[in-house]
């Protein structure tokens, strides 16, 4: 029971935050929304008990992936900051409206008509052992996952040199 | 215990916001939000499908362990080109950028 009190409370921030996200008109409210958002994610792993999700999704989302998004509105212009007014077309947000309502009946309806429902099972409220995180990250046999982690140490690396390689100011000559 | 079909529906209302937003916003940063709301739906259901359907497995957990750790990726670069895009064409919204177009 407490559980689902929880999940609501969790889905009323995270759908409202969203919705306030994709409407509001100025940036930096947009970006505190979708701060709002990972929190209520983040809520929904632990929910879920998968604490170390959690944390890592709190560590790099709200702490990384924000921050830059906050450091590029102040560097992109000062006039979002006090408040730019976007034009959105009417024409736009109908059509923008009508694909997302049918896309989502949709996705609603394979869901929920689908009948791997039945076999969702009762599980007990424990957490993943950090133990078997660890093995399974760092092991190479069936199951485990060291190609993908150091593929990932590689990708970020060039993401970190080609970042610094794109927004670097260019000499003029 | 949390039925499995709430966390389905909450992604999939998560995901199209994410895709209305993507489609009305012109701003190139409020568009690379609502990309990072559509990847968060995408998350919330690996990591259900992984804990309600297949309780003893841990596919789904390093999916979206690696799914956050490739998205911080993606939204550096993405913000070094916008940062980019800014300082050539001093604007910040799709419209401007018609270079490659003719």
Known sequence: MANIIMFCILAVVILGSAVMCVTTKRIMRAATFMLFVLFGVAGLYFLL??????????SVYAGGVTMIYIFAIQLVSKRTLQG???KIKCSRAIGAALLSVVGLATVAFVFLKNEFMCRACEVVDAEVPIRTIGHALVGSEKY?????????????LACIIGALVVSRKVEEE | MVPVQCYFVLSALLFFIGVYGFVTRRNLIAMLISIELVLNAVDINFAAFNRLLFPGLNEGFF????????????????????LNVYRKFKSDTVDAISNLKH
Do not use: K, R, W
């Open chain 1, 49 to 58: 008990d998968y604490t170390y999700l959690g944390a890592a999704q709190i």
């Open chain 1, 84 to 86: 730019m007014v976007e």
């Open chain 1, 144 to 156: 485990q996952y060291v190609l993908p982690f150091e593929f990932i140490s590689i990708f970020l």
């Open chain 2, 63 to 82: 999916m979206t362990l690696f799914s956050i750790g490739v998205s911080a990726a993606e939204s550096a670069v993405a913000i070094a080109i916008i």
